[in-house]
């Protein structure tokens, strides 16, 4: 079942978000092993495609005569998200796979990843190796806490165009970026919004505490919770407290978020910190209170890790359900054995994105490129180009003729800040007798 909500309603007293809150260079195996990474010693080596590492540029026999599209993934591969950054990963690097093998290209491509370690300085750094080796696009950073940093400190000054397929903090909307910045990933403007309704109206909880991680991602999504909870549906905030990542214990934080028995524990972080965050809410609490996470706890192996079922504990996240999206997924499938999982599909779409931009453009400078970014996805009367002919669309694209992309997350519209303007929430709950361990249990679609 779907739910519409308008933006209208969704962001009426909701302010303008102030500005607050993942590097180093890994190897990968292309036969598909996804979430295998090893740290890279090397540094920024570049060398031909063997089916070996990303950091590759393609051979051929006519390479002279041949321009080469340059493109790189900046995702948190250690840290806090490390569970979830290599499967990200492996989205955002399929479009070139897909395009190689596809064969026939008209151009060369250059593809390198980087780990931005889930830490913005380590996000700085590999970011300011992406814009010394000249990478103009970047599909990344993850995190808002490092997005936002390694924006302001290296994409912009630089000229480099970012696009996260999952940095969700409303900050990123108010940028003053020089029209570099772009996500596929919806604001968290809404997902606040979405979390209060689904909390008053689904589980039916009046009174709650949060606990979030102390970034921007985290604190300014409990800001619009508490907002939405409190002045739209009526609902009491007993605590909303702040904690820092991976610690070895949140007992006492967890303590004081439920000393007046809240009937709702919101827990906004990543899945390092969780893990210890729910082993120490077993350990003292039952089941009777309803728990819920965002996007960033969406792992379906926590129950494991916890060791407990977490049947008590439901959540909100981007959903993918753009016009492509079975197309990826098989794509996905074929490549890793395996399907994809929370913000896969929107990283597919920014490297594809900036793969038709790159080849409109017909040169690697960012400055340039992200003139075409809006061209390439948002209709037009060209040829619609999806993730099933992608290598079609390349090739269209490169002999000069119109075309529009249609996503796998979504149909990747961009509005004048960089935004979608129609994306859809799933809301699920963490249940171990299904596959994976989580159950969708609703839709919320929402377009701008």
């Known amino acids: 079942m779907a739910r519409d909500i308008d933006r209208r309603d969704i962001l009426k007293g909701v302010g ?80 070139v796979k897909q395009l190689r093998a596809a064969g026939d290209m008209p151009v060369e491509f250059d593809q390198t990843v980087e780990d931005t370690q889930t830490d913005p300085q380590a996000g700085i750094q590999a970011a300011n190796g992406l814009a010394n080796a000249g990478y103009p696009t970047v599909c990344g950073p993850a995190s808002s806490g490092v997005n936002l940093q390694v924006t302001q400190q290296v994409f912009i ?57 102390n970034n921007d991602y985290g604190q300014k999504l409990a800001e619009v919770f508490e907002e939405s909870f409190v002045d739209t549906h009526s609902g009491t905030v007993q605590e ?57 706890l969406r792992d379906s192996t926590l129950p494991d890790e916890v060791g407990n079922d977490m049947s008590n504990v439901y959540g909100t996240a981007p959903q993918a359900t753009g016009p492509g999206q079975e197309e990826f997924v098989s794509l996905y499938e074929d490549e890793y054995d395996r399907a994809p999982g929370a913000f896969n599909a929107h990283a597919y779409d920014a490297s594809a994105v900036c793969l038709l931009a790159n080849v409109v453009t017909g040169e690697n400078e960012g400055d340039a490129i992200k003139e075409n970014m809006t061209e390439v996805a948002n209709p037009n009367d060209g040829m619609e180009v999806t993730p099933g002919n992608l290598p079609e669309g390349l090739r269209a694209a490169a002999d000069g003729e119109a075309v529009y992309y249609q996503g796998a997350s979504s149909s990747v519209n961009f509005d004048e800040n960089g935004d979608m303007t129609a994306v859809t929430y799933e809301y699920f709950k963490f249940n171990t007798d299904v596959e994976g361990n989580i159950e969708s249990l609703e839709s919320i679609d929402f377009e701008a």
């Open 16 to 95: 303008t978000a102030g500005v607050v809150g993942m590097a180093g260079c890994i190897t990968q195996n292309d036969s598909g092993g996804g979430g295998d990474t090893e740290a890279d010693s090397g540094g920024d080596d570049t060398e031909a495609d063997s089916g070996g590492d990303d950091t590759e540029t393609e051979a051929s026999d006519d390479s002279e005569s041949m321009r080469t599209v340059r493109h790189s993934v900046l995702m948190p591969l250690t840290g806090d998200l490390a569970s979830l950054g290599g499967a990200i990963r492996d989205g955002g690097t399929l479009p």
């Open 157 to 213: 000054p630089n000229g480099m165009v970012g696009i996260s397929p999952s940095s969700t903090s409303p900050a990123v909307t108010d940028l003053d970026d020089n029209g570099l910045i772009f996500r596929t990933a919806p604001s968290d403007a809404l997902q606040g919004q979405v979390m209060a309704d689904v909390a008053t109206n689904n589980l039916g909880d009046s009174t709650a505490s949060i606990m979030y991680v």
């Open 240 to 296: 909303s407290i702040a904690f820092a990542k991976e610690q070895s214990s949140y007992s006492s934080p967890l303590s004081t978020a439920m000393g007046d028995s809240p009937s709702l524990l919101v827990v906004i972080g990543y899945p390092a910190s969780g893990i210890q965050i729910f082993r120490d809410f077993y350990a003292e609490y039952n089941n009777d209170t309803h728990i819920m996470v965002t996007d960033g």
